[in-house]
T-cell receptor, first 115, second 117 residues
Framework: AQSVSQHNHHVILSEAASLELGCNYSYGGTVNLFWYVQYPGQHLQLLLKYFSGDPLVKGIKGFEAEFIKSKFSFNLRKPSVQWSDTAEYFCAVTARTSGTYKYIFGTGTRLKVLA | GAVVSQHPSWVICKSGTSVKIECRSLDFQATTMFWYRQFPKQSLMLMATSNEGSKATYEQGVEKDKFLINHASLTLSTLTVTSAHPEDSSFYIC?????????????FGPGTRLTVT
């Protein structure tokens, strides 16, 4: 069965520190990959996505992610975090299952940035 | 970008009553919508896939008689929680699927917080 693993459940960083959140997936076919952010009390927002092409994807708010097919990974990075990046981050994979595309979400990583 | 709305944003109901949650795609047509449930500090769990004009497909362990899904038009899907119990209290999120560049992308609604007393 398809699955998505996010290894860091809680991350605490100081402002200006660099961020890398891990995401690994388990699926043998073609995948589309996403990172979503959920700010406190708000709905999911798309940070970035990978469908094909350049495996280094740049998203909004200075985030980027790199798709490494051989490692089944899609890690999220940001060189310098801000207090406003405090949120929960979800990695998601779409896989074609039973004739339709389903999103499979990771368990999320709760990021807290200290001012 | 595509916008998905949900109504209501929060609802409190008494145990044993039924609650209907609406999910609308505001500026695009969605043949497929998805319903998720999110428990506090946990990820989104897919409950069911809603297809316009046909029966919903439920994930394993989700009671289809309890969580009734209707996708009557290309812009509206509804989730009805029947005979609600306190353990049904949760955050329910819908998403609508739209074609993007030869593939598909999901756009998420803001969610509905259900509290059953």
């Amino acid at each position: 069965a398809q699955s998505v693993s996010q290894h860091n459940h809680h991350v605490i960083l100081s402002e200006a520190a660099s961020l890398e959140l891990g995401c690994n997936y388990s699926y043998g076919g073609t995948v589309n990959l996403f990172w979503y952010v959920q700010y406190p009390g708000q709905h999911l927002q798309l940070l970035l996505k990978y469908f094909s092409g350049d495996p280094l994807v740049k998203g909004i708010k200075g985030f980027e992610a790199e798709f490494i097919k051989s490692k089944f990974s899609f890690n999220l990075r940001k060189p310098s975090v801000q207090w406003s990046d405090t949120a929960e981050y979800f990695c998601a994979v779409t896989a074609r299952t039973s004739g339709t595309y389903k999103y499979i979400f990771g368990t999320g990583t709760r990021l807290k940035v200290l001012a | 970008g595509a916008v998905v709305s949900q109504h209501p944003s929060w609802v409190i109901c008494k145990s044993g009553t039924s609650v209907k949650i609406e999910c609308r795609s505001l500026d695009f047509q969605a043949t497929t919508m998805f319903w998720y449930r999110q428990f506090p500090k946990q990820s989104l769990m897919l409950m069911a896939t809603s297809n316009e004009g046909s029966k919903a497909t439920y994930e394993q362990g989700v009671e289809k008689d309890k969580f009734l899904i209707n996708h009557a038009s290309l812009t509206l899907s509804t989730l009805t929680v029947t005979s609600a119990h306190p353990e049904d209290s949760s955050f329910y999120i819908c998403s609508a699927r739209a074609p993007v560049g030869g593939s598909y992308e999901q756009y998420f609604g803001p969610g509905t917080r259900l509290t059953v007393t």
